[in-house]
């Protein structure tokens, strides 16, 4: 196993497009995250799955971001109509149960 | 909600000296993870703590999980370049999700 892998690494996109990110987490593990951190911050946490149930959404987690893991396998975060503030890095995780948590290398955002 | 302190914000050493970070809670949590981050790249687990009073080392590396189960600390002996980094600790509560502490950058000066 390759640990988490997560696809952009880098994504620049005008303001008011969409994107979307795709989260591979470790084959294994059940439990599925993503955190969005800027700079001088700790990630923070947007939403979590266990299998294909998403149980968690941050109050960060406005209407224009969705996050959907289909077969209980890779996610995909996306962002609607993204606006200059989306920018940052959207880091993904995964564990087994409440096991230690995996992060992947990340995608940095850029809204221009 | 659950907040964890880091603090100072950045600290210099000197290559080959001892250094230990401290992070603080006001809440308890169940577990206790110490990671590092470089630039770009995604945080790197370091150490996993998972009973209060938990001592556990990994090569240079040492940490312990607080007996009050609101506070950890990780210490790094005989500090080397590649330690340079922001070292992040981080927590879970009674739910699955992991908060973090802001992180300290550390800077080794050869």
């Known amino acids: 196993d390759t640990g988490v892998s997560q696809n952009p690494r880098h994504k620049i996109t005008k303001r008011g497009q969409n994107v979307t990110f795709r989260c591979d987490p470790i084959s294994e593990h059940n439990r599925l995250y993503w955190y969005r951190q800027t700079l001088g911050q700790g990630p923070e946490f947007l939403t979590y799955?266990?299998?294909?149930?998403?149980?968690?959404k941050s109050r960060l987690l406005s209407d224009r971001f969705s996050a959907e893991r289909p077969k209980g396998s890779f996610s995909t975060l996306e962002i609607q109509r993204t606006e200059q503030g989306d920018s940052a890095m959207y880091l993904c995780?995964?564990?087994f149960g409440q096991g230690d948590y995996t992060f992947g290398s990340g995608t940095r955002l850029t809204v221009v | 909600g659950q907040q964890l302190n880091q603090s100072p914000q950045s600290m210099f050493i000197q290559e080959g000296e001892d250094v230990s970070m401290n992070c603080t809670s006001s809440?308890?949590?169940?577990?206790w993870l110490w990671y590092k981050q470089e630039p770009g790249e995604g945080p790197v687990l370091l150490i996993a703590l998972y009973k209060a009073g938990e001592l556990t080392s990994n090569g240079r590396l040492t940490a312990q999980f607080g007996i009050t189960r609101k506070d950890s600390f990780l210490n790094i002996s005989a500090s080397i370049p590649s330690d340079v980094g922001i070292y992040f600790c981080a927590g879970t509560g009674a739910n699955s999700k992991l908060t973090f502490g802001k992180g300290i950058t550390l800077s080794v000066r050869p």
């Open positions: 995780a995964s564990s």
């Open positions: 799955f266990q299998n294909e149930a998403q149980l968690e």
């Open positions: 809440s308890i949590f169940n577990t």
